[in-house]
Every structure is written in structure tokens, then in C-alpha cells.
């Protein structure tokens, strides 16, 4: 299996893709009345897709899933950037761990983080981070799940990156709080050639299956912190 999507729920994909996609200088793939598709190339033909399906009551439930964009070495012309482009500001300003908080044109929260330390290579997303009960099991389990691998140790919780080192970290944090409701964004993963039984293996690591085989074109599953995620064909 590989990591392939990041999708995140939408009353409006067009607008919320038109935002995203310029905001990461990603390539519109798909523009379809209720899905906009936008595809980030990560280099060594590794890429990550941001999906937009249009939802009419998106949850309201408190995100586990957060982008963090690359600030670089200039964080404040890139928050100066992503507010021209219609982000606003959710937060009070620039925190301790060099972080600012911005809200996409739906209200979808998400952050501007500088360098501070990361490895280079990551391009615009530097990091999707990932509420867990327990990131060390989750860290194992989601290495299984999308092929990444062990990049060293985040703030209290596990860091994957693709094997090739490029694109963004996956970094499983302790979770705030037990999760509530629906995530509003989550991942998708591909299942390739070789996989076998994707259902039972990822029952056997701890997913929990929240649809039958051959009940929809994809495998819904939650992760062993409940977080949701597709596998798709």
C-alpha cells in the first residue's frame, strides 16, 4: 500500500481546490461538479493528491488531521501570501514553536511553520500531523499502511517520510483529547500488486473496518486511534 490522498471534506470543492491548489502550487486534476482533485508533485515520481469532495454538512467535530505548510526561511511572506489568496487568521499570532494558525476559506484550520530544524526536501507541505492515543503503535501501524518509514522522533509522538526522502512528514502526535465525531479530513491509501488481503492484514494491525468488502469502490477503515482513512483499489 502507498499513501495517495489527502482528502478533506468541502461545501464548495471549486473554490476550496482554486485556494488550495495555489496555495501549494499544485496541478488541478480533476474538476468535477462535486470533486476537485489537485496533485503535488513530491519529486522522484512520488507525488500526493489533495482531494475536495463536496460534503453539504461537513463535520464540525475537532480536526486530527493538520497540514502544516512550509513557511521556509521567509514564514511571514508565505502567511502574507495564503491570506492574499483568501486565508485568514485563527490564532494569536506567531506561538513558540514558530508556528502561525490560518484558516482555509471554509474555516479548515491549518499552519505556516518555519524551518526550525526540519529536514529539507519537503516541499510545500512540511508536515501532516495526525492526533493518536498512542503514537508509537499508531507510528508502526501506519508505516504498514502507506510504505513510509522511520524518520527519528517529533515533538512526543512518531515521524514517517516517504522512503525516498521527499514530500512531507507524517508525524503521529499525542492526541488532545479522544476523538469526537467524524474527521473532517483524512487519508487515502492505494493498495498495489502483492498486497494480499489488504482487509484482514489491516484487521490483524488493529484498523477497525467501517464497510464491507464489495460494499463501495473503496474500504473504509479507522485507524487503532479511530481516525478514518480509504483504501482504494
Known amino acids: 500500500m502507498r499513501l495517495e490522498n489527502v482528502v478533506r471534506d468541502a461545501r464548495d470543492p471549486h473554490r476550496l481546490g482554486r485556494f488550495w491548489a495555489a496555495a501549494l502550487g499544485a496541478e488541478l486534476i480533476t474538476d468535477e461538479p462535486d470533486l476537485v482533485e489537485a496533485r503535488l508533485q513530491l519529486g522522484g515520481g512520488a507525488f500526493l493528491n489533495l482531494c475536495l469532495p463536496r460534503v453539504e ?3 464540525t467535530s475537532p480536526e486530527r488531521l493538520h497540514l502544516d505548510v512550509a513557511g521556509g526561511a521567509r514564514p511571514d511572506e508565505v502567511v502574507e501570501r495564503l491570506l492574499a489568496l483568501g486565508a485568514q487568521r485563527a490564532g494569536g499570532g506567531r506561538g513558540p514553536d ?4 490560518l484558516a482555509d476559506p471554509e474555516g479548515g ?4 511553520v518555519a524551518d526550525a530544524g526540519r529536514p529539507g526536501g519537503s516541499g510545500p507541505i512540511a508536515a501532516l500531523r495526525l492526533d493518536s492515543a498512542d503514537p508509537a503503535r499508531d507510528g508502526a501501524f ?3 499502511a502507506t510504505g513510509w518509514v522511520p524518520a527519528g522522533d517529533g515533538p ?5 517520510r516517504h522512503p525516498s526522502g521527499v514530500g512531507p512528514l507524517l508525524e503521529l502526535r499525542p492526541e488532545p483529547g479522544p476523538k469526537r465525531g467524524k474527521n473532517r479530513v483524512h487519508l487515502d491509501v492505494r493498495r498495489e500488486d502483492g498486497d494480499g488481503d489488504v482487509h484482514e492484514h489491516l484487521l490483524d494491525l488493529g484498523a477497525r473496518a467501517l464497510s464491507a468488502p464489495g460494499e463501495l469502490p473503496w474500504l473504509v ?6 481516525n478514518e482513512f480509504c483504501v482504494l483499489r
Do not use: C, H, Y
Request: hydrophobic share 50%; glycine share 12%.
Open 57 to 59: 454538512e461537513p463535520s
Open 98 to 101: 514558530q508556528r502561525v494558525v
Open 109 to 112: 484550520a491549518f499552519d505556516v
Open 142 to 144: 501506519w508505516a504498514t
Open 156 to 160: 512526543g509522538g512518531a515521524v514517517l
Open 221 to 226: 477503515f479507522a485507524d487503532p486511534s479511530g
